[in-house]
C-alpha cells in the first residue's frame, strides 16, 4: 500500500538545440556550465567548470575533496577516454585502528564487519585521499581552452552567496542531522546552534543561505594558485593539518603524491553500435559485461517487454554475482549514497559524462575548518576484514560505483551516468538499452519505466509497468514495486545528453527537483 497520489504525472520537457547543452543534477550548475559553452568553451572547460560549481549548490554530494571518473569523447578524432580521479587510502593508513567489533553494520552503504566507533564510516579516520581537483586539471590540461581560473571563480561567486536552503536542502540535512551535529565545523555549516537542520520552513519562501565564505577563499585559491596547490601549496598543507587535528591520517605527502589517470575507454560493440564504458575501478566492466549478456539473451522488439526487462534482470544479477565475488563491492542494496552526476555535449559534437562522488551523502560528516570543505569518507570502500578481495590497507585505490558512458547508435551519439550508488549501473543499463534496443528518444527513455536489480536477489520496479513485465521479472527475482519519488531515488537519479544530426538535447531525472538541461543561450 502507498501513500501516494495516483493521479500526479511528473514531466521534463526536453530542448533541442544546435548550441551546446549541460544536464546537471542542480539547475545553477547547469547554468554556470552553459554559460562556459556559449562564451565559446569546449564541453571540457564546461565540466570543469560544472565540478566545482555543483560541489558548492550541492555539497553534500560531491566537492574538491572526493574523486570520480569521466569519459570524454572528442568529436575530431573520432575517440573517447577516460579520466580516472578516484580515491585513494592514505600510505599512513594502519588497518589495525580499525578495530572489528564482531558484528555487522546496516547504518550505511556496505555490510561490512563493524568496526569500533564506525571509525571507517565517519569522522576524520573515514577520509580518504580526495581526486576531483586532479581529475579536472588532467581533463583541462589535455583539452580545455578557456583560462583555468575563469572556470573556477564562478564556483568561488556562488559559495561567496553561500547555498540556498530551500524544502528540498531541508530535507536532506534533516536527514543526517544528528551525524553533523558530531563534528562542531560540519554543526555550523549545515545545523543552527548546532543541533537543528536549517530549514525553509513549510510556507514561507526561503532566504537562509549557508555560511560558504571559507569554501569560498578555497575556490579563488584554486583559480588563483592553479589546482597543484590542493596537493602541494598552502590547501594541502591546511587540509592535512585538520584532518590530522581530528584524528585522521590523511597527510601532505598523500596530497603530494596523488595522480589522476587519462586511459583509453572501454569500447564495446552493441547492436550495431558502441558503448565507451568508463576504465579503472568503476562499474564500466560490469556495463560492458552486461551489454555483452543481452546482447546474445534476446531480439530487440518495438518496445521493451517481459522478455527484454527479465534478460536485463538476469545480466544484472550475473554480473553483480562476479563483482561482489572477484572485486569486493557488497554494498548494501538500499543505503543512501552521495554522488552526483552530469553530462554535457558542445555545439561541436564533443562530450563529457562526469560522475563525482564524496561516497556517503555528507561524506564523513567532517568539514575541513581551515578550507570550508566537505570531506569524503572514502575508506568506508574498503573491507575492514582483512584476506578480502577488496580489504582496507595503506595507499589502496578504491572501488567506485560509478558508471559514466558514452554510446553511438545510427547517427545518434549519448552521454549519460547516474548517482545513486549501486543503484547506478541498473539506470545506465536501463537507459542504454532504451537507446539502443528500441531507439526511443531521449525525452521517451527518461519518462519510461525502470528496474533496479542490484544485487541481493530482488528486483525493484516502477509501479507503472504492465503486469505481464512484472510477471516476467517475478520469474527471475522476487519483485517489489514502487513509485518514482522525489526521495529517496528507487532507480537512481540519471542525466544525459543525446546528438542527432547535428541537434543537440538534455535531459535529468524526472523526480529530481533542483536537476535540469540547460542551453548555452540560457547560461547564467
Not at 539547475?27 to 565559446?40: D, F, K, M
Not at 580545455?144 to 556562488?158: E, I, Q, S, T, Y
Not at 560493440?269 to 559485461?289: D, P
Amino acid at each position: 500500500m502507498s501513500n501516494f497520489s495516483r493521479t500526479q504525472t511528473v514531466r521534463k520537457h526536453v530542448i533541442e538545440t544546435k548550441g551546446g547543452i549541460v544536464a546537471s543534477q542542480h539547475r545553477v550548475a547547469a547554468e554556470t556550465g552553459a554559460a562556459v559553452l556559449s562564451a565559446g568553451g569546449d564541453a571540457v572547460d564546461a565540466a570543469v567548470a560544472v565540478s566545482f560549481a555543483i560541489g558548492v549548490v550541492e555539497p553534500w554530494m560531491s566537492g574538491p575533496a572526493g574523486g570520480g571518473a569521466m569519459v570524454v569523447w572528442r568529436e575530431n578524432k573520432q575517440r573517447a577516454h577516460t579520466v580516472q580521479f578516484g580515491m585513494r587510502s592514505p600510505a599512513g593508513l594502519d588497518p589495525a585502528n580499525y578495530p572489528l567489533t564482531g558484528g555487522k553494520t546496516a547504518g550505511d552503504l556496505f555490510p561490512w564487519p563493524s568496526v569500533a566507533g564506525d571509525r571507517n564510516i565517519q569522522g576524520a579516520t573515514a577520509i580518504a585521499v580526495p581526486g576531483t581537483v586532479a581529475g579536472m586539471e588532467l581533463a583541462h590540461a589535455t583539452w580545455g581552452r578557456a583560462d583555468w581560473k575563469d572556470l573556477v571563480l564562478p564556483a568561488a561567486d556562488l559559495a561567496a552567496k553561500g547555498m540556498q536552503v530551500d524544502w528540498y536542502a531541508s530535507l536532506i540535512i534533516a536527514s543526517v542531522a544528528r551525524d553533523l551535529a558530531a563534528d562542531a565545523d560540519a554543526a555550523a555549516m549545515f545545523l543552527d546552534d548546532g543541533t537543528w537542520p536549517k530549514s525553509a520552513g513549510w510556507t514561507a519562501i526561503s532566504n537562509i543561505r549557508l555560511d560558504q565564505a571559507r569554501m569560498a577563499d578555497t575556490l579563488r585559491r584554486i583559480a588563483d594558485a592553479g589546482a597543484r596547490d590542493f596537493y602541494e601549496g598552502d590547501i594541502a598543507a591546511a587540509l592535512a593539518a585538520d584532518v590530522q587535528a581530528k584524528g585522521g591520517s590523511l597527510s601532505r605527502a598523500d596530497l603530494a603524491a596523488y595522480r589522476a589517470r587519462l586511459t583509453p575507454a572501454l569500447d564495446v560493440s552493441y547492436r550495431g553500435g558502441t558503448v565507451h564504458a568508463a576504465a579503472g575501478l568503476t562499474a564500466g566492466a560490469n556495463l560492458a559485461e552486461c551489454l555483452q549478456m543481452m546482447e546474445s539473451a534476446f531480439v530487440p522488439g518495438a518496445a521493451p517487454d517481459g522478455t527484454s526487462y527479465a534478460e536485463m534482470a538476469r545480466a544484472l544479477s550475473a554480473s553483480y554475482e562476479r563483482r561482489l565475488r572477484e572485486m569486493g563491492d557488497t554494498e548494501a542494496v538500499n543505503a543512501p549514497s552521495c554522488t552526483t552526476h552530469f553530462s554535457i555535449v558542445d555545439r561541436h559534437g564533443n562530450m563529457c559524462a562526469v560522475t563525482q562522488t564524496l561516497l556517503s551523502v555528507f561524506g564523513s560528516r567532517v568539514v575541513s575548518p581551515s578550507t570550508g570543505l566537505l570531506m569524503n569518507n572514502g575508506i568506508m570502500w574498503f573491507d575492514p576484514e582483512p584476506g578480502k578481495p577488496n580489504s582496507l590497507a595503506p595507499n589502496k585505490a578504491c572501488l567506485m560505483n560509478v558508471c559514466p558512458a558514452i554510446g553511438a547508435k545510427d547517427g545518434r551519439r549519448f552521454a549519460i551516468g547516474a548517482s545513486g550508488g549501486r543503484k547506478i549501473l541498473p539506470a545506465v543499463l536501463n537507459l542504454t538499452s532504451f537507446l539502443m534496443d528500441f531507439d526511443m528518444s531521449l525525452e521517451q527513455a527518461f519518462h519510461h519505466p525502470r528496474i533496479d536489480n542490484s544485487g541481493g536477489g530482488a528486483i525493484i520496479t516502477d509501479e507503472t509497468l504492465p503486469p505481464e513485465i512484472i510477471a516476467a521479472l517475478a520469474a527471475v527475482h522476487p519483485v517489489t514495486t514502487t513509485r518514482r519519488t522525489v526521495f529517496p531515488y528507487a532507480f537512481a537519479c540519471p542525466a544525459g545528453v543525446l546528438r542527432r544530426d547535428g541537434v543537440n538535447m538534455g535531459c535529468t531525472e524526472i523526480m529530481s527537483p533542483w536537476g535540469d538541461a540547460v542551453p548555452e543561450t540560457e547560461g547564467a
